[in-house]
DNA sequence: CAGTCGCCCTGCTGGC
DNA sequence: TGCCAGCAGGGCGACT
């Protein structure tokens, strides 16, 4: 269940071990994962051979790495999703999907045999994929909706404090609408509201300025956190950049804790249905909202 | 237009 | 022991 924190791990470790290779093969084991590349696997395949990988970039969830020729690919996680950098003899593991082999990217052949290098998308689930850009190395197109994260030094505050207060929805869900905020998903959003000491159904038209400022700050807190752990985690050849060692070992307030007790106050942790998940809170720093009469 | 809902997918868990 | 329902959930298309 990569995050943020999950996914700009994954883009450090991209950033460090693959930027400057060139592609030299590509294999879709699976055709789920490309199902966005409408010319299929195959075309897929074809279309990024021989080409060279010049960045990794991040925007909220996606990861998109730019190609020599101003086109990008363009990944998404989903729940499951890892993108794992790995000497070429490493076996298989069990549910990988799509294989890129890369060359050292060197015009001069280097003086001792260069480890083959690949970059490898694993699945379980298949609710992620790779997608070929076109002209997307700035910005892909197909994710200009996505908004800026928090930890982003562009990000606009009273931007989003401003659009926080004119939207009637719950406040939840706004946090995990990704063309408000990137980067927030089911987990993060249940510790933030922790942080902030707000209800999750509260209507965010109603909330005061000050507390959509605090929730802001609390997503920020939760993020910078966990990030300061997950960047640890990945060693200089075998780059697991799922990040799913460091996030579970991560200290949790709310988020699967139903039952046990509110390290704040005591009270026992509550999980209720949430568009169609769960969502995790202490009923007593987090009173419900009150039912409006009108 | 904003808001809401259901679907995609696999593997693990728990109940009977 | 085996089967099946339920659950995990990000993003997007299809509704109201």
């Not at 970059?119 to 908004?147: C, N, T, V, Y």
Request: charged share 25%; aromatic share 6%.
């Amino acid at each position: 269940m990569p995050e943020l924190p999950e996914v700009e791990t994954v883009r450090a470790g991209l950033a460090e071990h693959v930027v400057g290779r060139t592609i030299t093969a590509v294999d879709v084991l699976h055709p789920r994962p490309v199902r966005r590349h409408a010319a299929g696997a195959e075309d897929f395949a074809a279309r990024l051979t021989g080409r060279r990988i010049c960045d990794a970039r991040r925007r909220g969830k996606y990861l998109w790495l730019p190609l020599d020729d101003g086109d990008a690919i363009l990944a998404h996680l989903g729940m499951s999703g890892q993108l794992l950098v790995a000497p070429a003899d490493l076996p298989d593991q069990r549910h990988l999907r799509v294989r890129l082999t890369l060359g050292d990217g060197q015009v001069a052949p280097s003086r001792c045999e260069p480890s083959p290098l690949e970059l490898r998308f694993a699945d379980q689930r298949m609710f992620g994929g790779l997608s070929i850009s076109p002209a997307g190395a700035e910005l892909p197109p197909e994710i200009a909706h996505i908004a800026r994260d928090p930890i982003d030094p562009e990000f606009d505050d009273a931007l989003f404090v401003a659009r926080l207060r004119q939207r009637t929805s719950a406040l939840k869900r706004l946090l995990l609408d990704q063309r408000l905020v990137s980067g927030i998903g089911n987990i993060y959003a249940d510790e933030a509201l922790w942080l902030a000491m707000l209800h999750g159904e509260r209507p965010s038209h109603r909330l005061r300025r000050s507390q959509a400022v605090e929730v802001l700050a609390a997503v920020r807190t939760v993020l910078a956190a966990s990030l300061a752990q997950g960047g640890t985690s990945f060693d200089a050849l075998y780059v697991n950049v799922n990040g799913e060692s460091g996030y579970f070992e991560r200290s949790l307030e709310v988020y699967g804790r139903e039952g046990e007790p509110c390290r704040r106050c005591g009270t026992a942790i509550v999980r209720v249905p949430f568009m169609n998940r769960s969502s995790f809170y202490c009923p007593t720093c987090q009173p419900r909202p009150r039912r409006r009469t009108s």
